[in-house]
């Protein structure tokens, strides 16, 4: 199936998405800090076949215009919500993964009865000793003339998502994490001024949490899913972090299964 790509106008600038599928519910996939709409490149034909699926770039990463200065959690929501009005979308659903599913959780606070369901993985109920290490394993932006800052960048990412065998993920994390270098921890740093805990105990659409097996984010998942009244869990033997790249048919199939249900 074929992925389209596009551009819509914004208050605050132009948002990117990919997109596929032409029938079926309406459903919105966001990114991990600090990729973009790519993360969701494998899984799209996939979930096009029952879904009109659209994979949107937050603002300042990706191909999405940035903003002029670090914007909190509910500044990412806003433009979002106003990019998915500009498709002429009424009701839809909302799925995430770490950062994504923060900012899916603030568009679904935002827009309220439009949302139908929603599909989470590592929703970052962070303490802050778990915000400050996944910020120190970040990093922030400063380029060096010996190149060493992208080599930093590449650990990162091989600590995230793990050895040889994820090599073309962490290729793509990194690439996508170096065209937007300057603003790469904006963010982390906007999840960790946002409290989830009061928008997932008012949640009131079917909502699902998977956890991947290897996902380090899987404690906090699992914290979040127990503050949503009737939430369903599923868990993923094997699962790497990012399951939309790494088992995109398998990510797919539990969203059918579950928009289905």
Same mark, same amino acid.
């Given at each position: 199936?074929?992925?389209?790509?596009?551009?819509?106008?914004?208050?605050?600038?132009?948002?990117?998405?990919?997109?596929?599928?032409?029938?079926?519910?309406p459903?919105f996939?966001f990114?991990?800090?600090?990729?973009?709409?790519?993360?969701?490149?494998?899984?799209?034909?996939?979930?096009g076949?029952?879904c009109r699926a659209?994979?949107?770039?937050t603002?300042?990463y990706?191909?999405?215009?940035?903003?002029s200065?670090?914007?909190? !959690?509910? *500044?990412?929501?806003?433009?979002?919500?106003?990019?998915?009005?500009? @498709?002429?979308?009424?009701?839809? +659903? $909302?799925?995430?993964?770490?950062?994504g599913?923060?900012?899916?959780l603030?568009i679904a606070?935002q827009?309220?009865?439009?949302?139908?369901?929603?599909?989470?993985s590592?929703?970052?109920?962070?303490?802050?000793e778990?915000?400050k290490?996944?910020?120190?394993?970040?990093g922030?932006?400063?380029?060096?003339?010996d190149?060493?800052?992208l080599k930093? !960048?590449? *650990?990162?990412?091989?600590d995230?998502?793990?050895?040889?065998e994820? @090599?073309?993920q962490?290729q793509? +994390? $990194?690439?996508?994490?170096?065209l937007?270098?300057e603003?790469?921890?904006w963010?982390?740093?906007?999840?960790?001024?946002?409290d989830?805990?009061?928008i997932l105990q008012?949640?009131?659409i079917?909502?699902?949490?998977l956890m991947a097996?290897?996902?380090?984010?899987v404690?906090?998942?699992?914290?979040?899913?127990?503050l949503?009244?009737?939430?369903?869990?599923?868990?993923i033997?094997g699962?790497?972090?990012?399951?939309?790249?790494?088992m995109?048919?398998?990510?797919a199939?539990?969203?059918?299964?579950?928009?289905?249900?």
């Open positions: 199936m074929t992925i389209r790509r596009g551009y819509v106008d914004t208050p605050m600038g132009q948002v990117h998405f990919r997109q596929a599928g032409d029938r079926g519910p459903m996939f990114h991990q800090t600090p990729l973009s709409s790519r993360q969701y490149e494998r899984a799209l034909p996939h979930l076949r029952f659209f994979a949107m770039d603002p300042g990706g191909l999405s215009d940035g903003p200065s670090p914007p909190m !959690v509910t *500044d990412y929501a806003a433009q979002l919500i106003a990019a998915i009005d500009a @498709l002429g979308i009424g009701k839809f +659903a $909302v799925g995430g993964f770490a950062t599913s923060c900012v899916a603030a606070g827009a309220g009865p439009r949302i139908t369901h929603g599909v989470f590592g929703m970052p109920v962070l303490t802050e778990r915000m290490h996944y910020a120190d394993r970040l922030v932006p400063k380029v060096e003339r190149g060493s800052h930093q !960048v590449w *650990d990162s990412r091989v995230n998502y793990g050895g040889d994820e @090599l073309d962490i793509m +994390a $990194v690439a996508q994490t170096v937007i270098y603003r790469m921890h963010g982390l740093l906007a999840v960790g001024k946002f989830l805990r009061p008012s949640l009131e079917p909502t699902l949490f097996e290897h996902d380090k984010l404690p906090e998942n699992r914290i979040a899913a127990s949503v009244k009737g939430s369903r869990t599923v868990s033997p699962g790497r972090p990012q399951v939309c790249w790494t995109p048919e398998r990510y199939s539990l969203v059918k299964e579950f928009l289905d249900a």
